[in-house]
């Protein structure tokens, strides 16, 4: 099926799919799903200005239906949410207005692509290395006498957050829901930029970098954060979703397509975390980033779009 907005042919079948898919990995993994999505439709042949936007409108709709789903399973830290809105939107537009100048510049898929690529393995190489640390570590802990398993989102690299928690830059606040005591509200601010940034830029909530950095970063425990970042991808989705549109970027029709399977997939994908450990479900995470950049290099090589 031809769509004369991204001027692209693709088949509704192979995105109801890819939807559904989509939204099992982005209600269990709290992330929308764009390190998958974002690169199947530059696979599949659609450029990468496109891309970016459409990715962007599809993941609002399932992000809806799997943040319900957390919050009713007590997953959503609504302060942090909240404060992280700020940082999200700055990020968004940097990014937008970063996708707007390669456009002018004729060489967006390249280097959309190659940086795309560069942080999709980045990410899949350091959480495989954390989790797989951590899970190690909580194994020797329970094999030592008197021993016991302690919290189960205790990871390998704890010490991190601890120290940005440490860091008392005014103003600060308190996170009880995800049991922090204090962390500056700056803190909060920058890992928000960072994802709104990649968000705009590369499509998606950019969950594959929000989700990781609030759980080694802040520390927050994995499950909250899942059902924080989806809530949050419903902000920086949606920002960037009207944002692009309003530069021609979105093709709403295959956005609507892919959305009718990313409903069904997302309350599947939510319902699954209570089954997995935190560490576990980073574990299974690691490979899925690494997948999305494969698919890229081959949208690169195979240079078929238009």
Known sequence: MFFPIAHTYLSPPLLVALGFVIGIFGGFFGVGGSFLAGPALFALGMPFNFVVGTDLAHIVGKS??????????????????????VGTILGSEVGVQAIEELKRRANINQVVGAVTIIVLTTMAGFVAWESWATISQQKKRIKMPGASQGKEDAFAFDHIAKAV????????LSLPHSGIESVSLWAIVAVAFVGGLFSGFLGGGAGYIR??????????????????????????AGYGTIRHALHGNVDVLVALVMQ????????IGANLTQYFTGPRIRLAFAPLPLIGALLVAYGLITGHHH
């Open 211 to 236: 989700m990781p950095s609030m759980v080694y970063l802040l520390g927050i425990p994995t499950h909250v954060a899942i059902g924080t970042d989806l809530f949050e991808i419903i902000i920086s």
């Open 165 to 172: 928690q440490k860091v008392k830059l005014a103003p600060v």
């Open 64 to 85: 809806i239906v799997a943040a319900r789903r957390h919050r009713a399973l007590g997953n959503i830290d609504l302060r942090l949410a909240l404060v992280m809105v």
């Open 260 to 267: 009718t399977g990313a409903a069904i997939g997302a309350q």
